[in-house]
């Protein structure tokens, strides 16, 4: 018998207010053409002031509850991939849990910066098919506009605000690549890329919560090599080939890394699932947020082959297959 994490429900939330590229051509030497040319991004979401990383994430999750049909009482754990916190403790996990009016089963934050929601699914997926829990509410939200640099224009152009979240359920498998649910999981990260991506406070250097750091074009170069290597593994360890799947839903953060990534692959960019241009890079949120705008336009169809992939600060990355 094999006990397969399978997807249930999907659901999103994006804040209200939408700031186009033209907008830091007021405050930036910057222009729309550059930001659309060097990272496919034409738009962004950001958060009303006292809109919370947990209020995202209750929203998205109950979307995904919805759509599957569930209520919180359903629920025997959530997770929330975030390094946006509302706190520095307790977790944003636990405040969903509040609103979704659980008082029952447990709920801890995931950080892995933006290959998060891959690691949240992962450490999920691993304890449906432990027989840990039945089903898991995994949530990945950001308020990444308020660790922006607005003066630094190599960063406060490409992040974005917002949220998704799976229901994840415990279901009987066959224990072949045919099961519905996650296949496989591939995790990585090397510590000593520290200074390519990170925010440059915290509790115990700054007492403050500091501000986004990036070398752009290294992580760049790096960004391509592993996310296809990570791809490759995680497909590889299905039993599987590139050419048998179906859908690539990328972490957002530059269409030239999500083409180079999938040119890696074999795969044309039909078989991807693009969002950058409308949400910008939502670091944790970006794949449950491709996820359920790709299950909206109706790209990811129950049956299809799906490999998720992300990286980000640590360096962290890694992939995630799955049946839909
Ligand atoms: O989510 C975690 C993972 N994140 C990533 O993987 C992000 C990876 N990096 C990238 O997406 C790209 O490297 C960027 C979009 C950040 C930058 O694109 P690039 O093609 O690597 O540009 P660059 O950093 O090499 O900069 C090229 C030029 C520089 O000017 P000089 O030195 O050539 O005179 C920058 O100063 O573009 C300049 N520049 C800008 N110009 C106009 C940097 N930011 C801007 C800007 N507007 N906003």
């Known amino acids: 018998m094999t006990i397969r994490a399978v997807i249930t429900g999907v659901g999103h939330y994006l804040p209200e207010r939408v700031v186009e590229n033209a907008e830091f051509e007021k405050t930036l030497d910057t222009s729309d053409e550059w930001i659309r040319s060097r990272s496919g991004i034409e738009r962004r979401h950001f958060a009303a002031e006292g809109e919370t990383t947990s209020m995202m994430g209750t929203m998205a999750a109950k979307a995904a509850l919805a759509d599957a049909g569930l209520t919180a009482a359903d629920i025997d754990a959530v997770i929330v991939a975030t390094s946006t916190p509302d706190l520095t403790f307790p977790s944003v996990a636990t405040m969903v849990q509040k609103e979704l009016g659980m008082t029952c089963g447990f709920a801890f934050d995931v950080q892995a910066v933006c290959a998060g929601f891959i690691y949240a699914l992962s450490n999920a997926n691993a304890q449906i098919i432990s027989g840990q829990v039945k089903r898991v509410l995994v949530i990945g939200a950001e308020t990444f ?162 490999v998720a992939e992300a990286i980000g600060g640590g360096l962290a990355w890694g992939a995630v297959v799955l049946r839909w």
């Open 145 to 306: 506009s308020r660790i922006m640099d607005w003066t630094d224009r190599a960063t406060c152009v490409l992040f974005g605000d917002g949220a998704g979240a799976l229901v994840l359920e415990a279901r009987i498998g066959t224990g072949t690549s045919e099961d519905r649910g996650i296949l496989s999981v591939d995790l990585n990260s090397d510590g000593t890329y520290k200074d390519m991506l990170y925010v440059d406070g915290g509790v115990s250097t700054t007492g403050t919560s500091g501000k986004l750091r990036m070398q752009g074009n290294a992580l760049f170069r790096q960004a391509v090599q592993k996310l296809a290597e990570t791809a490759e593994t995680a497909i590889a360890k299905a039993g599987l080939t590139p050419a048998d799947i179906d859908w690539i839903i990328p972490h957002q953060a530059n269409i030239r890394i999500i083409e180079g990534t999938a040119k890696k692959l074999g795969h044309a960019m039909d078989q991807v699932v693009v969002t950058v241009q409308d949400h910008g890079n939502t670091s944790a949120a970006s794949i449950p947020l491709a996820m359920s705008v790709g299950r909206a336009r109706g790209q990811i169809k129950d049956g299809d082959l799906c």
